[in-house]
């Protein structure tokens, strides 16, 4: 029996269109991914084509005191040596913030890592998808610079990257369900939290049926008439924006407290904050008001964009190749990460911003956030699966989730 005639083929890339627009900012990014901390390995190839590569006696000096093999308990083929850091810095950037290597030897002599990142390629029943990290600020950037949203480019993929995948229920049903749900994240008759939850009440009804029941054609008709009904009405109070700060309060106490950026946000709710008045007298606030004043600078400065953050959250769904439908939960575990994703990026742009909002903090918060939670699987996984070990990963937990 051929496989393959069973098989779902992958014949077509899909990318946003701003991807082949990316380019390095260098210099003039605020936290450059070689100087942020990041361990830099890469394989034995790649080690051995950098070592062999050509270079001036100053750069191989400094590549021979960057570049060292792992352990040999440790190493393998595809993590076989790496960049010692120095401080978290790559010992390579020079001063103007540009890579010595690829200055000298060209792009291509860099690791794998080094020439691909903020670049992601994933095969999923859709397609060979290409993406891009919001970790990097030159993307945060582009997404910044596209209020009409973002759009779509499919082409043909190259015969001999064509691959197929296994033709389960679910995995016919991807082209449809991914392209709904992006449908419903780019709608613009609702606001940001009633996407959210709109996309919350499709995957819960979707999970809850037999993958033998679903049919692709009624069920994204059934969707055209959910968005087409009365718009939502979205309950809104102290105690909901209470829940939802006290949510990012914990999930940065218990995971990322240790790194200094994330320290310094927990340290503006959590010190003795106080407001001057005018008169010299002194006003002592609690956290919840503090970042309701703080959230009301942020409102203030930028106004209302809303395409922003639909394009982050457009993205984020992209990047991560959801909805997962690789396991029985594993749809709605991923609609649960895009909300707390959401709701991480949410509080830690307005808290980033402090009192004196710019767009350079926002792009900063967003690239810290990002590195910090979509870089880090295990995290995600952990924070995710917080919610459902406590009972909080309803539907109506979402709805105060993405409240902010």
Partial sequence: MNLKKLSIPIQTKLMPTFYREFACIMGRCQENCCDCGWNIWFSKKDYLKIKRAPKSPAVEERVKKAMRRLPEQTRTTEQYAEFVTREGKCPLHNEDGLCELQLECGRET??????????????????????LSTACEAVVEQLWNLPDGIEFLEEPLEREQWRYVEPTSYNRFFPILRSTCIDILQNRRYSIPERLVLLGVVLDHLQKTEPGYVHPESWEQQVQRLLDG???????????SQISLQNYLDTVKRSLGHVPYFQQLIFLLTANITLSKKDANTVRVDSKSYYTYLKKQFEDAFGDISYFWENLLVNTWFYLSSPDLTAADALWKSYVNLC???????????????????REKLFHAIVMASREMLHNSKRQSALRDHFFEHDSATLAHMAILVQD
Avoid: N
């Fill in 340 to 358: 707390q994703i959401y709701s991480f990026f949410r509080h830690t742009a307005v808290l980033g911003c402090g009192t004196e909002p710019t």
């Fill in 230 to 240: 009365p718009s939502m009405d979205l309950p809104f109070d102290s105690q909901v």
């Fill in 110 to 131: 860099l690791p794998l890592v080094c020439r691909t990142f903020p670049r992601k390629e994933v095969l999923t029943p859709m397609a060979k998808e290409y993406s």
